[in-house]
């Protein structure tokens, strides 16, 4: 079957505007079917015990405390601390049997015989099997005593402090707000057990998993699991079929030409483009130290090695888990899309030998940009989670609290509006080809890519600190997850395809084929793929079945774009010992092996919805995060660092003893940390759930099992690899940044490559 690019491309165009068709329709039903926040809740003698604003205000102490990256709630956040819904809830079921206890027999729930509790576990269920309204709700007395107990353990955590579960004292200042966070979080609790009305079934589809509560997991999490596997098998069958059927030119090195980087003249805008490497290897090195920090505080909870009583440092009270956290976090994002921000503006005078007027300037000016909003951000992320910025400032400045969406509203303004600059700069350098070859050419889709990087990014002004939190997260998904599954793939594949064009490896229409192919499978799967992430959090039903069959499509693209990859490399194996582009390639390679590995088949695994249900917010989820964040994007922008240094680099000097070391410290470390310790945890994690409850896999006492903290200690191997790596890449980056090749100081405006003029549409 022959296709051409412009067929692809407009078809790229209807998945993309149907895909946001879909989910613009799924936004306007979650605001109709967002969950209610009561009037007010009301004891048995009609006393007004929590109003709507006190649960709001709750919320925001939640997100101005960071408390989201210290735990997590619907299951969404850290994995240190607990999930505040499933303890919310379980301490509401175990304290309201308590009462009964004393209330019937004058004694201790666990003293009593297997019938008595029996016949107190019947009627806490009852109690909890409500349907839900907008109020008031009416608490039984049971009820009103569980919420006043479970106020008072979380003024004594939250506020007082408790080492023992790495919680600083005054994490939140005062006790009213602690008090207001546990109504917040026993509202979430309230919503997992009361029935959305006209079903049987909870706002959270039954999560989390508390059978005292009458929690468990619905027909509807079993029926499309069995669903997924099967259109899995299907949709595999059909993609291998287009796949096939789409005549695509094989990756070739016969008859061409490769350049060696000392015949490429440097332009003084990519010289420019150099600051990004230095700024990501600076952003890398401390985000990994702080990942190490972090991987230690599992065993550790207020210390590091006993550092601090050495010191006379006090680490827990000035770097608590939940702002190392955020900065691990927003670091890495940071340093990866500096990287790429780097080598879009670096790609486009190597393919088109044209420096605009000004450009070293102005790329010189976003860098600046770059740095001015991390320090910014990062900074105000502290002040505002120690509480040094009253009023709105905690999150317009500060740390708006909601996880990889953490700085204040006006420094992600700043990286929205860095993005454009980006979009501006990298069209100025591409003008050549953008005046030369069609919308759907390759120097398009990298533009577009890029646009839908910031598209998507406005999603995250779409609520406020009164907005509630199931829409508020609705949207942050939008954002987190699109960007993952969508807009970062696309960017991937669009980049890499330029890469290759690029070394001479591909011809630009074979590229842009591919492109447009593989970001077809990429859009059509990943952007409705995201509603996975609404099934428990309180989302209307739709969400589950089609969360499930976009979710279990997004494996396939993953699949055929570590297809092309393997295919490029045995290209590459052909090409002889000659070829300058060796270790770059490596990185490229390595990043289609961690994409199919950590987006692909541990995504596909968490996603089916009965496993979901349990693993929701576990360890099987960070090895996962990992290996698909860090393995897949970080090793495609430290591949595109590699080039750029390579190009760069005087060949005298040039060495790739440290770079390739470095690699292989890094491919080493994040399959120890993940295959040794992160993902064994998280089975045993599963287990916990699946035999007791999620409340139980997630608490303190579970982290603590002798063979839980033996695991921990086993990720030390890799963590250090890791790090090892990281500072063996930032010390070889010094030393090829003092040995750049000059620039040419008036660069022809026509200097335009052969290999990039428009080709016939085959």
């Avoid at 600076?282 to 130290?289: D, E, G, P, R, S």
């Avoid at 594949?493 to 593989?518: H, Q």
């Avoid at 582009?581 to 541990?602: E, Q």
Wanted: glycine share 10%.
């Amino acid at each position: 079957m022959r296709v051409t690019r412009q067929t692809l491309a407009k078809a790229l165009v209807v998945v993309f505007v149907f895909n946001l068709v879909v989910m613009g329709a799924g936004a306007a039903l979650a605001y109709q079917q967002e969950p209610p926040i009561p009037d007010t809740v009301v004891g048995p003698d009609g006393q007004t015990i929590v109003t709507d604003q006190q649960v709001q205000d709750g919320k925001k102490s939640f997100q101005s405390n960071g408390l989201m990256n210290h735990g997590s709630i619907l299951g969404n956040g850290a994995y240190y601390g607990e999930d505040y819904t499933a303890d919310a809830l379980e301490l509401k079921t175990q304290y309201m049997k308590e009462y009964y206890a004393q209330e019937r027999h004058g004694a201790e729930y666990e003293a009593l015989d297997t019938g008595e509790r029996a016949s107190i576990d019947a009627t806490v269920k009852e109690e909890l099997d409500v349907e839900g309204s907008e109020g008031p709700i009416q608490y039984s007395e049971a009820e009103l005593y569980a919420h006043e107990q479970v106020r008072e353990e979380y003024v004594e955590r939250y506020h007082d402090g408790e080492a023992e579960r790495g919680i600083p004292e005054g994490m939140i200042e005062s006790e009213e707000e602690a008090s207001e966070f546990a109504d917040f979080a026993m509202w979430t609790a309230w919503i997992s057990h009361a029935d959305r009305p006209g079903t049987d079934h909870s706002y959270t589809n039954e999560w989390p998993y508390v059978p005292g509560a009458g929690n468990t997991p619905g027909g509807a999490a079993m029926t499309w699991s069995v669903i997924s596997m099967v259109l899995l098998v299907a949709g595999a069958g059909a993609g291998v079929y287009l796949y096939r059927a789409v005549e695509l030119p094989e990756p070739s090195t016969e008859g061409i030409d490769v350049p060696h980087p000392d015949e490429i003249d440097l332009t003084p805008s990519q010289i420019a483009a150099l600051g990004f490497v230095a700024v990501s290897a600076l952003l890398f090195l401390a985000q990994v130290l702080l990942g190490g920090l972090l991987a230690h505080f599992y065993i550790e909870r207020d210390a590091f090695f006993g550092l601090g009583e050495l010191l006379g440092f006090d680490i827990l009270q000035w770097l608590p888990f939940a702002i190392a956290k955020t900065w691990h976090i927003d670091l890495g994002v940071l340093w990866i899309a500096a990287l790429w921000l780097g080598a879009g503006l670096f790609l486009g005078p190597l393919l088109t030998g044209r420096e605009p007027k000004n450009q070293k300037k102005y790329v010189y000016g976003l860098l600046t940009a770059v740095v001015v909003v991390t320090v910014g951000g990062m900074s105000g992320i502290w002040l505002g989670a120690n509480g040094y910025l009253p009023g709105e400032l905690w999150w317009l400045l500060g740390n708006e609290g909601l996880e990889y969406l953490e700085v204040g509203r006006v420094w992600q303004i700043g990286l929205l509006v860095g993005f454009a600059l980006w979009a501006v700069l990298v069209a100025r350098a591409f003008k050549p080809l953008l005046d030369r070859e069609p919308r759907f050419g390759l120097a398009h889709m990298i533009l577009y890519a890029g646009g839908s990087i910031g598209l998507l990014f406005m999603a995250g002004m779409f609520y406020t600190p009164d907005t509630n939190i199931v829409t508020t997260e609705f949207w942050r998904w939008w954002v987190v997850h699109m960007w993952v599954e969508g807009a970062f793939e696309f960017f991937i594949v669009a980049i890499v395809g330029l890469t290759l064009v690029s070394m001479n490896l591909l011809s630009k229409a074979s590229a842009e084929k591919a492109v447009g192919l593989e970001a077809l499978l990429v859009m059509g799967s990943g952007v409705i793929g995201v509603s996975h992430h609404y099934w428990w959090i309180g989302q209307p039903d739709v969400w589950i079945p089609l969360g499930s069959v976009f979710s279990t499509l997004e494996l396939i693209p993953l699949i055929f774009i570590l297809f092309e990859a393997i295919g490029e490399y045995r290209a590459l194996a052909d090409s002889g010992e000659t070829f300058p582009y060796k270790l770059p390639f490596m990185f490229i390679i390595a990043s289609g092996f961690w994409n199919f590995v950590g987006a692909g088949v541990l995504g596909f695994f968490i996603n089916l919805p009965l496993i979901n249900y349990y693993e929701h917010g576990t360890y099987l989820t960070v090895g996962h995060a990992h290996a698909a964040m860090f393995g897949a994007f970080g090793f495609l922008a430290l591949g595109m660092a590699t080039y750029m240094l390579r190009i760069t680099t005087e060949s005298a000097t040039w060495s790739e003893r440290k770079l390739r070391a470095a690699f292989w410290c890094w491919n080493v470390g994040l399959a120890l940390m993940v295959f040794v310790s992160v993902l064994p945890v998280g089975f045993l994690q599963l287990e916990a759930a699946f035999t007791e409850s999620y409340a139980v896999a997630r608490s303190l006492a579970f982290y603590e099992r002798p063979l839980v903290q033996a695991l921990f200690w086993a990720r030390m191997p890799g963590d250090t690899l890791i790090i090892v790596g990281t500072a063996i890449f930032c010390w070889d980056v010094v030393g090829k940044l003092r040995a750049v090749r000059g620039s040419s100081t008036d660069p022809s405006e026509q200097a335009v490559s052969d290999r990039v003029m428009v080709e016939s549409d085959d």
